[in-house]
């Protein structure tokens, strides 16, 4: 079964500072993956996805990750936090065969920007 | 391109009684999909619907059900609502199984 780790429920960035949210994967094999945001009362907003090509991805919003196979990781980063960028980022995988398409989640993190 | 739409925004049920909530999926799109963001538990699959059929459920009773219609658009049904159900359902749509699932902006259920 695949599995989710995002490190770190909550993290606090000034304005203009570098945003790094951590995720973590747990997989026999490499799935998809994928960033998504949510802010107050919306649904979820796709930021990027890793589907085997590239290894960094670039998203929405300036936003990047890059996939490490070694490390099974897919943090996401903006060079640049603005106040607009303050939500709720997910990290979810997916399998890449099988029957079991449905995304797994991980717990989330609350990203705050401080002026 | 309109994107998923859920209906209704809000829905006020009591313990018992049974909930039906509404998706429409991306124009084009075949795939959809069923989760639950209940407060403490995260994100959960629920359902999963493509070409009519139901493809496969997470790990919820049977009381939550649902069905895909000929315009691919789709129904959730919670049967002898609990107060746990409270939570907000969240629909996505896919063009097909390996595309990116695209989310509408859910259905806040509360059970008083």
């Known amino acids: 079964a695949q599995s989710v780790t995002q490190l770190g429920s909550h993290v606090s960035v000034s304005e203009g500072a570098l945003v790094l949210l951590r995720c973590n994967y747990s997989?026999?094999?490499?799935?998809?993956l994928f960033w998504y945001v949510q802010y107050p009362n919306q649904g979820l907003q796709l930021l990027l996805k890793?589907?085997?090509?590239?290894?960094l991805v670039k998203g929405i919003n300036g936003f990047e990750a890059e996939f490490k196979k070694s490390e099974t990781s897919f943090h996401l980063t903006k060079p640049s936090a603005h106040m607009s960028d303050a939500a709720e980022y997910f990290c979810?995988?997916?399998?890449?065969?099988?029957?079991?398409?449905?995304?797994?989640f991980g717990s989330g993190t609350q990203l705050t920007v401080l002026p | 391109e309109a994107g998923v739409t859920q209906s209704p925004t809000h829905l006020i049920k009591t313990r018992g009684q049974q909930a039906t909530l509404r998706c429409s999926p991306i124009?084009?799109?075949?795939?959809v999909y069923w989760y639950q963001q209940a407060l403490g538990l995260g994100l959960q699959f629920l359902l999963w619907?493509?070409?009519?059929?139901?493809?496969n459920r997470g790990n919820f009773p049977p009381r939550f059900s649902g069905r895909q219609f000929p315009n691919y658009s789709s129904e959730l049904n919670v049967n002898a609502l609990e107060l746990e159900d409270s939570a907000l359902y969240l629909c996505?749509?896919?063009?097909?199984?390996?595309?990116?699932?695209?989310f509408g902006d859910g259905t806040r259920l509360s059970i008083l």
């Open positions: 890793y589907t085997s090509a590239a290894t």
């Open positions: 997989s026999s094999v490499p799935p998809y």
């Open positions: 979810a995988v997916r399998p890449i065969s099988g029957s079991a398409r449905q995304l797994t």
């Open positions: 996505a749509s896919s063009p097909r199984v390996d595309q990116p699932q695209h």
């Open positions: 124009s084009g799109h075949t795939s």
């Open positions: 619907y493509d070409e009519g059929e139901e493809r």
